[in-house]
């Protein structure tokens, strides 16, 4: 048989990190202590000092949180945020937190949404080494100190400059080298395990010093070095599915200096050469199955001895990793697995598959990806091959029934390592048997984990701890027995039993495992007897109590624990009574009963005691274990109903608290809002959607209730009296029904002026048609006087903003009633008590026996009444039916209705307008009219299609004395009118392609009713027989204007003209273009506008033309007192080129003449003597001109035109 010296070399990459975040019951820790974004990449003079950095595409230094080495295996599932940098964030999942036999902490986690990806993080004596690994992304991580500043720097790894070494050439020893393990005897009759069982290889793992160094300068100590590549080989193992689990059972640092790897290994395997043959020792004393040796190796990545025997050699269970590449990388487990019978690729060019079997070869594979992928024991580089393809070496060993990115990691025929794994695990683990020492008791104590209050009325509370420490695992030992007491307890009456519970190695209380029986009612020495095997390391026991529910609150409990008896020894404990106690609370229950209106409130939210509960369908919630306390507060919430506050007091009995609850609907929290004027306050409250609010106020010591109801919060009561005190309250009406009023609420007014009516009186005697009112009181909005004759219900109303007032049209010889308010604010007083008086004696004015005189024509009906005198009667009268209401006014009886439609009933009432006031109008008479002819116009329409300039228009109706017609364009307020006598009737003098509104009245008896509807038509399109461009011909004379205008072919064109400031207009008509105007006055201004006669109708006027005639302007200057002092004549005006203008000044004073241009440049000043004239303007160029004529007293100013 002989064995294979055989090496290989791995990478994978690693980081972690730091910053907690808790969302829902996971917790977030980021790996770094503050935003990545925080950091800069290495200097190039630091750069310099670490060749490893050569190799990255990009660095960061990196401060990890400290928070990584309180991580626990409670932390599983928890999630490490991976900022690695700007645009490298992740998440990865925590699968497993260990601790090794040197103290090392590992942490391996799983990236999230990355199949394939993982970190690993090791923690050594406060040095962490991470490295990751994505090989979906093909991305690599690593951490690396900087070696002059031993600070920590993130490297991503280049994939093509990564320092990794292949294996070297296959070493053969010797037959006899082969089978010289002395140590098989250890395994004369081992138990060994199949395939599917599991299976624990334990490791030695030994250094050199120069291995050591190198892993302190780069990685923080050869311990994480180590831990790195425990967890790198068991991610291989696990993926694989092998069953294997690697434990590290010792590790230590050999005094030797590194030859070769052959050299290297051949020496450590050998054990009695004389080189380190202590890891022999070592091996033994530790029971390790497989050496591993660490070396600083810059030609190979690894080195192991390859298994061929079917039946073990543990004489060669021995391999060399290249420290450089240890952690990162999977050299370890793929020395190991050659330690075990696997072998390399079957194709490889150097030191090809198989190995132990015809399948323990490894493997190549495309993934879904199209990514080249191999497994744990194929090398890498494609120089190995023949077809020279390169691939990434993934953490899985070759097996045919494991898929990586969709495809096979392995082949059943000739390539399935991991099954190679499985069939050999059973021999390895059993190279080395574990020499395991007994157990041993090692100390006890007693401990006070939990000093809070108990509650009266429980069981099973926590008192005191017992701790039993043990060493070593094999032939456990137990405890039977403990002597307790009750010293520290204020009165053991209060305790009802006693109970011993185990928890093993959990530090945390729990009832799950009692030991012994209870003890009832203990007081002073109790014991518990039986029978508990202990664990490796600390045992958990627990002291409780059941506290009786009789118990006094604020006493104490607590115990002392003497003695155990552990393997038939009697041990005390080193501290038998711990610092601490625990007081009893009394507690108790309060019920909460929560209504509206006596209505349970379902699911109403009350806060009390720091606990939150819902009450139930009968409004009820009950909240247990109250404390006794004062003052204790709760708050009341619930969806349409106003929070309510509040507390109670809890005293040595249950509490039952009925609470009724406000709709929120309902008006709460009534104040005054700031202070009260003399005659105003302002209320507010809290609430609102109710139908109203009712506010009930009055004077206090009063009875006198007025009501004010509004919608919403605030409202100002108005007319109130100064300097009185006023209670008021307020309640809400919801769905139809009142809540109670509130408390009363008081308020003061301000000292100041009532506004409000009062002393109603009658002033002087009433005549037989009037009566004048007084009363106190003023600057209200108004007054309304309420008044009807006594003994009727018939009332009148008038309304005024001031004392006195006169009401009119009364009847002579009648008692009237009457009472008077107040409106101030939009908001009316009550009514005044009620006065009365009498009219004298006369003729009544006011209409009364209203009829129809004779009987009503067709369009007509005469109507009569008695009275008369009064200002006017108007009469209302309508269509039975309807509400289009006409109206006419007399004065005096009879009048005669027109234009009313035949056989049609109508109602009418009269009143009558006497001081200018209208009393109320009589009750409704009717009447119908008789058969005949319509006279109204109606059922207005365009006849036929209109044309560019006409229309005509057709009705109902005949026989009226007209019918007025109103047209105007659509969107214009310019309206014009039209009379005929008959239907149809032609509108001329249309604009073309313009939309008309139209609509007809009928006059009949001298009196307009009212319009008709509107109705619409588009003229066609065509030329306008309008009038345009009317403009002014040459310069106008002294007394004559020329103008020019479009002809449209009308036969009669009209022009209006007019001094401009007056409204005496001219008329011109004429049959043609130009037109001149004659006998104007001279020197004045006119504005002239045209319109065209056609077919009997004018169009509307054009826009105006303004223009001015020629000729002198004289003008006075006054004094200060408006007497005349000069008087200035300036003509020709206009002038031109021919003539000069003339200033002419008849004054005793010396006058000053200004010049300026139209944009008001000056031009000249020239200066008059008295009695002179001075010419200008002979140099000037045509245009308009302002000239300003002074005086030391006055100035005028006067617009001069030059022409050509």
Avoid at 259 to 267: E, K
């Amino acid at each position: 048989m002989k064995y294979k010296i055989v090496s290989a070399i791995f990478l994978t990459v690693i980081v972690i990190g730091n910053c907690l975040l808790v969302q829902g019951q996971n917790q977030k820790f980021n790996i770094n202590q503050q935003s990545s974004e925080n950091y800069s990449e290495m200097c190039t003079n630091e750069r310099s000092g670490l060749i490893a950095f050569h190799n990255a595409v990009k660095y960061r230094q990196i401060v990890l949180s400290n928070r990584l080495e309180n991580l626990t295996p409670q932390n599983v599932n928890d999630t490490l945020v991976l900022d690695l940098f700007s645009d490298r964030k992740y998440s990865a999942s925590i699968e497993k937190v260990s601790i090794d036999v040197n103290g090392t902490k590992s942490i391996r986690a799983k990236i999230i949404d990355y199949e394939y990806g993982y970190c690993v993080i090791t923690i050594s004596n406060g040095n962490v080494f991470m490295n990751i690994e994505i090989p979906e992304l093909h991305e690599k991580y690593i951490l690396r100190k900087h070696q002059a500043s031993q600070a920590d720097y993130l490297l991503y790894l280049n994939n093509n400059l990564i320092d990794v070494l292949e294996g070297g050439e296959s070493l053969i020893p010797s037959e006899n080298i082969m089978n010289s393990d002395d140590r098989t005897s250890l395994n004369d009759s081992p138990v060994l395990r199949g395939p599917n069982d599991p299976a624990t290889i334990d490791l030695l793992i030994v250094y050199t010093p120069a291995a050591s160094s190198w892993a302190t300068t780069n990685e923080g100590g050869i311990n994480n070095t180590i831990a790195s590549l425990m967890e790198k080989s068991q991610l291989g193992l696990d993926n694989s599915n092998t069953g294997i689990t690697l434990n590290l059972v010792y590790s230590a640092q050999v005094e030797y200096t590194e030859v070769d790897a052959s050299t290297d290994l051949s020496r450590i395997q050998s054990t009695s050469d004389g080189y380190i043959d202590v890891v022999h020792t070592w091996r033994d004393t530790y029971a390790a199955d497989v050496v591993v040796f660490l070396t600083l190796e810059n030609n190979t990545g690894g080195l192991g001895y390859l298994l061929n025997n079917t039946n073990g050699s543990p004489a060669y269970g021995f391999s060399i990793t290249r420290v450089q590449q240890a952690s990162w990388t999977f050299t370890t487990i793929h020395e190991v697995g050659h330690n075990m019978g696997a072998h390399h690729h079957i194709n490889q060019t150097t030191q090809p598959g198989p190995g132990l079997y015809s399948f323990s070869a490894g493997w190549r594979w495309t993934g879904s990806d199209d990514g080249k992928y191999c497994d744990i024991m194929t090398y890498e580089s494609g120089t190995y091959f023949a077809d020279g393809i390169d691939h990434d070496r993934v953490a899985y060993f070759s097996d045919p029934n494991i898929s990586y990115l969709g495809q096979p990691t392995g082949n059943s025929t000739t390539g399935n390592n991991a099954q190679t794994l499985r069939e050999t695990k059973g021999v390895v683990s059993n190279y080395r048997t574990s020499l395991v020492p007994t157990m041993n008791y090692v100390s006890s104590t007693t401990t006070q984990n939990n000093t809070t209050d108990v509650t009266a009325g429980t069981t099973n509370q926590e008192v005191i701890g017992i701790q039993i420490v043990t060493e070593n695992s094999d032939e456990p030992i137990s405890a039977t027995s403990f002597s307790l007491n009750t010293t520290g307890t204020s009165n053991v009456a209060d305790i009802y039993d006693a109970k011993l519970y185990y928890t093993s190695t959990s530090s945390s209380f729990a009832l799950t495992n009692q030991f012994g029986s209870t003890v009832a009612s203990p007081s002073g020495v109790f014991s518990f007897n039986g029978t508990q095997t202990l664990a490796e390391g600390a045992n958990y026991f627990w002291l409780a109590y059941s506290v009786r529910s009789t118990a006094t609150n604020n006493n104490v409990i607590d115990a002392q624990c003497t003695s155990i008896t552990v393997d038939g020894s009697s041990e005390s404990p080193s501290v038998s009574a711990p610092i601490g106690s625990r007081s009893i609370s009394v507690k108790y229950n309060v019920t909460f009963n929560v209504t509206n209106n006596g209505i349970p409130i379902e699911n109403a939210y009350i806060n009390f005691n720091s606990t939150n509960l819902y009450t139930n369908a009968s409004g009820a919630a009950t909240f247990t274990g109250v404390e006794v306390a004062n003052n204790l507060a709760y708050s009341i919430t619930k969806s349409g109903f106003h929070p309510t506050n509040g507390a109670l007091n809890v005293v040595n009995q249950n509490v039952t608290a009925n609470i009724s609850i406000m709709n929120s609907k309902a008006a709460i929290n009534f104040a005054v809002q700031g202070s009260p004027t003399a005659n105003t306050t302002t209320l507010i409250w809290d609430g609102s959607g109710a139908t109203s609010y009712q506010i009930q106020y009055f004077v206090q010591g009063t009875t006198t209730y007025l009501f004010r109801d509004i919608s919403s919060s605030p409202t100002t009561l108005q007319a109130l009296e100064p300097s009185t005190i006023y209670n008021c309250r307020i309640r809400s009406l919801i769905d139809g029904v009142y809540t109670s009023y509130s408390s009363i609420l008081s308020f003061t007014t301000a000292a100041g002026s009532s506004i409000a009516a009062s002393g109603l009186a009658v002033q002087g005697s009433p005549t037989a048609n009037t009566a004048t009112l007084v009363w106190s009181g003023s600057g209200a909005t108004s007054y309304q006087i309420l008044y009807y004759k006594e003994g009727t219900t018939n009332y009148l109303l008038q309304n005024t903003i001031a004392s006195p007032f006169t009401l009119q049209a009364l009847e002579p010889s009648s008692t009237y009633r009457c009472k008077i308010r107040t409106l101030s604010g939009g908001v009316y007083t009550t009514y005044s008590s009620e006065i009365s008086f009498t009219t004298a004696a006369g003729a009544s004015i006011a209409a009364s026996s209203f009829a129809v005189q004779g009987s009503p024509t067709a369009n007509t009906a005469t109507l009569i009444w008695s009275g008369s005198g009064a200002t006017s009667y108007q009469i209302q009268y309508f269509k039975e039916g309807t509400t289009s209401y006409l109206f006419q006014n007399s004065t005096t009886s009879p009048i005669t209705l027109y234009a009313l439609e035949p056989s049609t009933t109508y109602n009418c009432r009269i009143r009558t307008l006497s001081g200018g006031v209208y009393n109320t109008y009589s009750s409704l008479i009717s009447f119908t009219t008789a058969a005949g002819s319509s006279i109204a116009a109606s059922s207005l329409a365009v006849q036929g299609s209109p044309t560019a300039n006409t229309a005509t228009l057709v009705w109902s109706g005949s026989g009226a004395t007209g019918y007025q017609i109103q047209f105007f364009a659509e969107g214009s307020s310019n309206y014009q009118i039209q009379n005929a006598s008959s239907s149809p009737y032609t509108l001329q003098a249309l604009e073309p392609s313009t939309t008309y509104n139209c609509r007809i009245r009928t006059l009949s008896g001298g009196v307009y009713n009212t319009y008709s509807s509107l109705i619409s038509f588009t003229t066609a399109a065509g030329s306008s027989v309008a009038a345009s461009n009317l403009a002014v011909f040459g310069v106008p004379t002294v007394n004559s204007a020329t103008l020019t205008f479009d002809e449209t072919g009308a036969s009669i064109y009209q022009i209006m003209y007019y001094k401009d400031g007056t409204s005496t207009y001219y008329y011109k008509n004429i049959s043609s273009s130009p037109a001149t105007l004659t006998g104007l006055a001279a020197g004045t201004n006119y504005s002239c506008k045209i319109r065209t006669y056609s077919n009997g109708m004018y169009t509307s006027f054009s826009n105006p033309v303004s223009f001015s005639t020629s000729g002198s302007r004289e003008f006075e200057l006054s004094d200060e007192n408006g007497e005349q002092i000069s008087e200035v004549n300036v003509y020709p005006n206009p002038f031109n080129n021919s003539t000069k203008i003339n200033v002419k000044i008849d004054s005793e004073d010396a006058c000053t003449l200004r010049l300026y241009d139209i944009s008001g440049q000056f031009i000249l000043e020239e200066t008059i003597e008295p009695n002179l004239q001075l010419e200008i303007g002979r140099d000037l160029k045509p245009g308009v001109y302002i000239l300003k004529v002074l005086n030391n007293k006055s100035t005028k100013t006067v617009k001069i035109i030059k022409t050509k």
